[in-house]
């Protein structure tokens, strides 16, 4: 079983995550049209350029925008949640300890007692935005099944991952558990809404030429996110 | 396909038709028209194939229902919080829904989403700023209510609107004739105060091209005087054209797309026809928006920009006072508390913040900000047509508390708006809670505090 997951699965769900990540972008930007966007991309893209750069940047910065800024609540869990979903996978010492096995190479690693901080931080960050969901009208209005069904394939490596490491119960059960949510995440990214991993990207550098070129970024300093 | 005889899904583009609207009293048949109008699903879901592309669809698809939209729109607010008006909330209802059931959709869901799409967004685009993902509901809303025009489920002022943009050229029926009487009646009229003075028609070459909002001309011709001395006074080489002088666009609120196309091209027609330096727009927030930041996209001019450079009336006026065209005298600056309606179609949406404020150091000793403020600033209330729809009268009253409550935190009586929208909204929001405010254009808090040069004065 392990093998298989840690084989044949990994690999699967790795094509499908980059393959569909890729497929994601390319069918993004063939959907931009400048006249139906109202916004001429390729005849001003210093413009534009400038105008994505500042649309992503600010809003990367925790604080960074007024918006960030009205809800310091949201904003905290919402860092917190997501610096912990991208860093604790790619840093985490028995991630890598792997990947030197497999590859002969690996990220650098960070201390264990800094991937368990970080592991109970986007628990601890994901029960405030259910919490949040909750609890205010505004937000629960929009809320789907959906929504927690994408925290839930989101948080649950974190969640096995904690379980398999303090050896809670039987510990390859959990291994396994971990290793097949992990794969459930990769594959859920370009498929569901959590397609946000790239989407947030193109769609705020499209919204920052907007503003950078038809939307007054020619005639000021750009908008002050 | 039953359609009725007034609301359909047809253009107005006869006299005929538009004076049939117009006989109809508040659209009363035409609404009652409209609750038999069927939808067209498969039209409907083919435009939508055709037109919904990745930017629109990844909007739908990956907003993540946080709600961080919900207080960064007026209506929210103005609405005690109501959920049901959170911008979110009101795009899935309404787009979001039609694309999941692929366009079939009953005549009463969309008769729900025009309701929506008209008196619950004024596509004033400030959620757009206040999303994470940069997803602007007001772009959507735009969308959407071609889409709405398209099958007929529009409101009746703005199918007159768009009818009399596609004979007229304009948002009224004012017709070329009355055009070029009215520039002549007016410099008439003045003229004995301001010796000299011309509305000139049609000249070639000119420097400034001065294009005008069909309101100016049919209900406040004063405007077109005070634009007129303006110009005299700062001594510019100006001209009106005789055709394309109306830069306004309800063809854009009523989603007529075509009819954006054929208003914004008479434009840019007259000036290939007379060739000037560069074009200024009256004090119009939406005229600027439709001619200069989305008429070139629809005329379909590749760079995004008119055929020569286009101003908004306030950056002429900035640039005025900044290069001592027009002086101001100190002892006449604005003493009292004022402040200044930064209106969404130049603002946020074309980035003029800073000019406005250039503006309001010249002519004002104790300028008050609202906050927010510069592109950050609420919707008066009225955009996107709003004020203009008798329908939703009712929706745009409760809405223009978030613009009273701001101004009345400034403490100002007077309230300086370069937008004909806003100046109505604050206009009728004074009618509605008497807060004994003031409003005012540029224009003529200018000419009283301008310094008139001597030669330029009457003679005794």
Same mark, same amino acid.
């Given at each position: 079983?392990?093998?298989?997951?840690?084989?044949?699965?990994?690999?699967?769900?790795?094509?499908?995550?980059?393959?569909?990540?890729?497929?994601?972008?390319?069918?993004?930007?063939?959907?931009?049209?400048?006249?139906?966007?109202?916004?001429?991309?390729?005849?001003?893209?210093?413009?534009?350029?400038?105008?994505?750069?500042?649309?992503?940047?600010?809003?990367?910065?925790?604080? #960074?925008?007024?918006?960030?800024?009205?809800?310091?609540?949201?904003?905290?869990?919402?860092?917190?949640?997501?610096? #912990?979903?991208?860093?604790?996978?790619?840093?985490?010492?028995?991630?890598?300890?792997?990947?030197?096995?497999?590859?002969?190479?690996?990220?650098?690693?960070?201390?264990?007692?800094?991937?368990?901080?970080?592991?109970?931080?986007?628990?601890?960050?994901?029960?405030?935005?259910?919490?949040?969901?909750?609890?205010?009208?505004?937000?629960?209005?929009?809320?789907?099944?959906?929504?927690?069904?994408?925290?839930?394939?989101?948080?649950?490596?974190?969640?096995?991952?904690?379980?398999?490491?303090?050896?809670?119960?039987?510990?390859?059960?959990?291994?396994?558990?971990?290793?097949?949510?992990?794969?459930?995440?990769?594959?859920?990214?370009?498929?569901?809404?959590?397609?946000?991993?790239?989407?947030?990207?193109?769609?705020?550098?499209?919204?920052?030429?907007?503003? #950078?070129?038809?939307? #007054?970024?020619?005639?000021?300093?750009?908008?002050?996110? | 396909?039953?359609?009725?005889?007034?609301?359909?899904?047809?253009?107005?583009?006869?006299?005929?038709?538009?004076?049939?609207?117009?006989?109809?009293?508040?659209?009363?048949?035409?609404?009652?028209?409209?609750?038999?109008?069927?939808?067209?699903?498969?039209?409907?879901?083919?435009?939508?194939?055709?037109?919904?592309?990745?930017?629109? /669809?990844?909007?739908?698809?990956?907003?993540?229902?946080?709600?961080?939209?919900?207080?960064?729109?007026?209506?929210?607010?103005?609405? %005690?919080?109501?959920?049901?008006?959170?911008?979110?909330?009101?795009?899935?209802?309404?787009?979001? +829904?039609?694309?999941?059931? %692929?366009?079939?959709?009953?005549?009463?869901?969309?008769?729900?989403?025009?309701?929506?799409? !008209?008196?619950?967004?004024?596509?004033?685009?400030?959620?757009?700023?206040?999303?994470?993902?940069?997803?602007?509901?007001?772009?959507?809303?735009?969308?959407?209510?071609?889409?709405?025009?398209?099958?007929?489920?529009?409101?009746?002022?703005?199918?007159?609107?768009?009818?009399?943009?596609?004979?007229?050229?304009?948002?009224?029926?004012?017709?070329?004739?009355?055009?070029?009487?009215?520039?002549?009646?007016?410099?008439?009229?003045?003229?004995?105060?301001?010796?000299?003075?011309?509305?000139?028609?049609?000249?070639?070459?000119?420097?400034?091209?001065?294009?005008?909002? @069909? /309101?100016?001309? %049919?209900?406040?011709?004063?405007?077109?005087?005070?634009?007129?001395?303006?110009?005299?006074?700062?001594?510019?080489?100006?001209?009106?054209?005789?055709?394309?002088?109306?830069?306004?666009?309800?063809?854009?609120?009523?989603?007529?797309?075509?009819?954006?196309?054929?208003?914004?091209?008479?434009?840019?027609? @007259?000036?290939?026809?007379?060739?000037?330096?560069?074009?200024?727009?009256? +004090?119009?927030?939406?005229?600027?928006?439709?001619?200069?930041?989305?008429?070139?996209?629809?005329?379909?001019?590749?760079?995004?920009?008119?055929?020569?450079?286009?101003?908004?009336?306030?950056? !002429?006026?900035?640039? @005025?006072?900044?290069?001592?065209?027009?002086?101001?005298?100190?002892?006449?600056?604005?003493?009292?508390?004022?402040?200044?309606?930064?209106?969404? $179609?130049?603002?946020?949406?074309?980035?003029?913040?800073?000019?406005?404020?250039?503006?309001?150091?010249?002519?004002?000793?104790?300028?008050?900000?609202?906050?927010?403020?510069?592109?950050?600033?609420?919707?008066?209330?009225?955009?996107?047509?709003?004020?203009?729809?008798?329908?939703?009268?009712?929706?745009?009253?409760?809405?223009?508390?978030?613009?009273?409550?701001?101004?009345?935190?400034?403490?100002?009586?007077?309230?300086?708006?370069?937008?004909? $929208?806003?100046?109505?909204?604050?206009?009728?929001? +004074?009618?509605?809670?008497?807060?004994?405010?003031?409003?005012?254009?540029? %224009?003529?808090?200018?000419?009283?505090?301008?310094?008139?040069?001597?030669?330029?004065?009457?003679?005794?």
């Amino acid at each position: 079983m392990y093998a298989f997951v840690t084989g044949p699965l990994a690999w699967l769900s790795f094509t499908v995550f980059f393959v569909g990540i890729i497929a994601r972008i390319i069918w993004y930007f063939r959907g931009l049209n400048w006249q139906m966007d109202r916004v001429a991309y390729k005849e001003h893209m210093t413009y534009g350029i400038k105008g994505a750069i500042r649309s992503i940047v600010f809003w990367l910065i925790p604080f #960074g925008t007024h918006s960030w800024r009205f809800y310091p609540f949201f904003t905290i869990c919402f860092f917190t949640f997501h610096i #912990g979903l991208l860093f604790t996978p790619l840093f985490i010492y028995g991630h890598n300890v792997l990947l030197q096995e497999r590859f002969g190479w690996s990220l650098w690693a960070m201390p264990e007692s800094m991937a368990t901080f970080l592991t109970f931080a986007v628990i601890i960050a994901a029960l405030f935005i259910i919490l949040r969901r909750n609890a205010l009208p505004e937000v629960r209005i929009i809320t789907k099944p959906y929504d927690y069904l994408v925290l839930a394939i989101a948080v649950a490596p974190f969640v096995t991952g904690l379980l398999a490491n303090f050896q809670i119960g039987n510990y390859n059960f959990w291994l396994i558990a971990h290793i097949l949510s992990g794969e459930v995440f990769l594959v859920a990214i370009p498929l569901t809404k959590l397609s946000h991993f790239i989407g947030f990207f193109l769609s705020r550098a499209q919204l920052g030429m907007d503003y #950078g070129i038809k939307r #007054g970024g020619m005639k000021s300093n750009g908008l002050s996110w | 396909m039953p359609e009725g005889k007034l609301c359909n899904t047809q253009n107005v583009d006869t006299e005929e038709q538009l004076q049939a609207l117009l006989n109809d009293k508040s659209g009363k048949q035409y609404y009652e028209e409209m609750n038999h109008l069927e939808v067209d699903a498969k039209k409907l879901y083919a435009t939508i194939q055709k037109t919904l592309k990745s930017r629109l /669809r990844t909007w739908l698809e990956i907003c993540a229902h946080c709600g961080m939209c919900a207080d960064s729109c007026f209506f929210y607010l103005a609405n %005690k919080k109501d959920p049901t008006q959170v911008p979110s909330y009101k795009i899935q209802g309404t787009l979001g +829904e039609i694309v999941r059931r %692929k366009g079939n959709v009953d005549n009463a869901f969309m008769q729900m989403v025009m309701d929506t799409a !008209w008196s619950k967004c004024t596509c004033c685009n400030r959620c757009g700023m206040y999303c994470p993902f940069g997803i602007d509901m007001g772009v959507m809303f735009g969308y959407l209510r071609g889409l709405c025009y398209s099958q007929g489920f529009v409101p009746w002022e703005l199918k007159i609107g768009s009818g009399m943009h596609r004979i007229y050229r304009a948002q009224m029926n004012v017709t070329t004739e009355d055009w070029v009487d009215t520039c002549e009646w007016m410099a008439e009229e003045y003229e004995e105060d301001w010796p000299g003075l011309k509305i000139p028609v049609d000249v070639q070459d000119a420097d400034i091209i001065y294009t005008v909002n @069909a /309101r100016e001309p %049919k209900h406040y011709p004063e405007d077109l005087a005070e634009a007129a001395i303006l110009f005299h006074l700062a001594g510019e080489n100006w001209t009106v054209p005789s055709e394309g002088w109306e830069e306004t666009s309800l063809a854009m609120f009523a989603g007529d797309w075509a009819a954006c196309k054929m208003q914004v091209e008479s434009v840019y027609d @007259a000036m290939h026809r007379l060739n000037p330096k560069r074009m200024v727009v009256t +004090e119009c927030g939406h005229a600027y928006r439709a001619t200069v930041v989305e008429g070139p996209y629809w005329a379909g001019l590749k760079g995004g920009q008119t055929p020569i450079p286009s101003f908004h009336y306030v950056e !002429w006026v900035a640039e @005025a006072l900044r290069t001592g065209k027009i002086k101001i005298d100190p002892d006449k600056r604005i003493k009292e508390p004022v402040t200044y309606q930064d209106s969404c $179609n130049y603002i946020r949406n074309a980035g003029l913040s800073d000019v406005a404020r250039e503006i309001m150091s010249y002519i004002a000793e104790d300028f008050r900000e609202m906050r927010p403020n510069r592109e950050h600033n609420f919707c008066c209330g009225g955009g996107g047509g709003l004020n203009g729809i008798g329908r939703y009268r009712e929706q745009r009253n409760v809405g223009l508390k978030v613009k009273r409550d701001q101004i009345l935190a400034t403490g100002c009586k007077l309230v300086i708006a370069p937008c004909h $929208n806003c100046w109505d909204a604050i206009r009728d929001l +004074e009618e509605e809670f008497k807060i004994g405010i003031r409003w005012s254009f540029l %224009k003529p808090l200018l000419i009283k505090m301008a310094i008139v040069p001597d030669h330029l004065k009457p003679e005794e």
